[in-house]
């Protein structure tokens, strides 16, 4: 496969197929995962995963590709419909979330040693963020005293103790409540 020439549609769909499942194979079962339970469950022979991604550090670091750009395209779309009262809350709480479910992943990442571009993905992330942040200051339903880079490192820390300390969903649902009870105008 070369980055240059375009994937037929079954192998668009086979790689779709993959990093979802790698994605719950991961999530699932951490470092012990192997690339042939990704393989069955994504319904395909081990060596097509193999030749869309030839190591497992090249199949973690597509995870992690495909996840911020799915980060950026919710931030997109509440953004553009999204209700600016509640979009912002509503996207600190997916974020907060996301983190907790994709967190072996991460583990994974940093354990192999990869290094992840982040680029122009965490940029626009940054940048949608900041919008809904706007659009709830303007709305009136986040303090008009709280900055973007406060509110990024709130939901950083957030997700980040959801992870390291494996919070239950009981217990990430109340922090982030009160972590957003803080951000709330008196």
């Known amino acids: 496969m070369t980055p240059d020439k375009p994937l037929r549609a079954d ?11 790698a994605e719950e194979v991961f999530t699932e079962h951490g470092a012990a995962a192997s690339t042939e ?16 991604f030839p190591t497992k550090r090249d199949l973690l670091a597509a995870i992690m590709k495909e ?6 395209d ?18 600190f709480t997916f974020l907060v979330d996301t983190s907790a479910n994709i967190g072996p992943v991460i583990g994974l ?22 919008a809904l942040l706007e659009a709830a200051q303007r709305a009136g339903t986040v303090r008009a005293d709280a ?23 009981d217990l990430r649902r ?6 957003q009870d803080a951000l709330r105008p008196r």
Do not use: C, K
Not at 11 to 21: F, V
Not at 74 to 91: K, M, Q
């Open 147 to 169: 900055r973007l880079d406060e509110v990024m490192a709130l939901v950083t820390a957030a997700g980040h103790g959801a992870v390291a300390g494996g919070w239950s969903d």
């Open 11 to 21: 192998a668009r769909r086979n790689r779709a197929r993959i990093l979802a499942a």
């Open 74 to 91: 919710r931030a997109d779309a509440l953004v553009a419909g999204g209700d600016p009262a509640t979009a912002f809350y509503e996207y």
């Open 109 to 130: 990442l940093a354990e192999e040693g990869t290094e992840i571009e982040p680029g122009d993905q965490i940029m626009a992330l940054a940048n949608a963020f900041g």
């Open 174 to 179: 109340r922090t982030v409540a009160l972590v």
């Open 67 to 72: 996840l911020r750009g799915r980060l950026v």
């Open 37 to 52: 339970e990704v393989a069955a469950r994504a319904g395909v022979a081990i060596g097509t995963v193999f030749r869309h």
